[in-house]
């Protein structure tokens, strides 16, 4: 500061503060604040800070921006999604929300996003931020392999591995539906068994891969040759059994049957040097004239089917 001379010489006054402490401590929260960005650069999720009341994107992480571009300060509704005009319907702000305001606990959800068709889990949870106002702070990790892997194995359970058609679970867990459906209807199910006649000579003659080739195709048949709403299942080795709801009347069900033998009459070529002829033993069972249970309705198709067998 400058000070009027009281004689000839001018004169100023200077005031020296030490601020060693506070430089050390910005510089302390710059590389706190170097460390944290790195941290949430690292993960690999995708890591958001939204504002409750706006839903402005405050931060967006690295494993985010790679998806989708430095979206930082745009409407998260708008950003990460499609085809909106406002929020989103299954948006958990609410369910983060308390009596007394936002809570302070974690809510998970999932979702699959509709950029990239991923899924994601998300874990959302309330924090102050740096005005004190109240935000949310979401990472969203991917978990499509995993999604894959539980519908694989779900699939798995109710289907057979070698031809992919519906197995013994998958097939009376649809029966009781369907049976339900036709005493509340007050119509008909049909019920076809079907055994194949010589399959074993061709496994013998020809070795394994060549009888699961046959059961492949077999199966491949029979799908082309039933309506949309009609069941497929393979029940066990050559055996499978065909679920028709709604058949009308029993020659219905019986011209199906002509029908699938007719189909699976012609011969089957497995390989270029390999063409097999088989036929189909089959029997028919119609509810409710024929039980009123699965295990009844198969019963009965199932003494038919061993009686034209025996005849074949």
Known sequence: QYIEPAGDTPCFIAVVRDITERRQ??????????????????????VYVIDLD??????????????FGDITGSVCWKSLQKGLDGPCDFCPNELLRS????????YTWERKNPFNNQWYEMHDRVIKWLNGRSVKIQIA????????????????????????LANRRFFYDRVRQEL??????KSKLGMIF???????????????????????EVAHRLLKSVRKDDLVA?????EFVLLLPGIQTRDDLLQTSCTINKVLSSPFRLTCDIEVTVSAAMGTAIYPDDGMLADDL???ADQVMYRCKQRA
Not at 144 to 163: K, V
């Open 25 to 46: 401590a910005e510089e302390a929260l710059k590389a706190a604040h170097h460390r944290l960005l790195t941290v949430l650069n690292s993960i690999d999720a995708m």
């Open 54 to 67: 706006s839903y402005e994107l405050l931060f967006i992480n690295k494993y985010a921006v790679d998806i």
């Open 99 to 106: 009596r007394k305001g936002y809570a302070d606990r974690t």
């Open 141 to 164: 990790t991917d978990i499509t392999e995993r999604r894959q892997m539980e519908h694989q194995l779900q699939h798995n359970a109710y289907h057979d591995c070698l031809t992919g």
């Open 180 to 185: 339900s459906a036709a005493k509340r209807k």
């Open 194 to 216: 079907i055994d194949l006649n010589h399959f074993k000579p061709v496994n013998d003659k020809y070795g394994h891969d060549a009888g699961d080739l046959l059961l492949q």
């Open 234 to 238: 393979r029940m066990g080795g050559d």
């Open 298 to 300: 198969l019963s009965v």
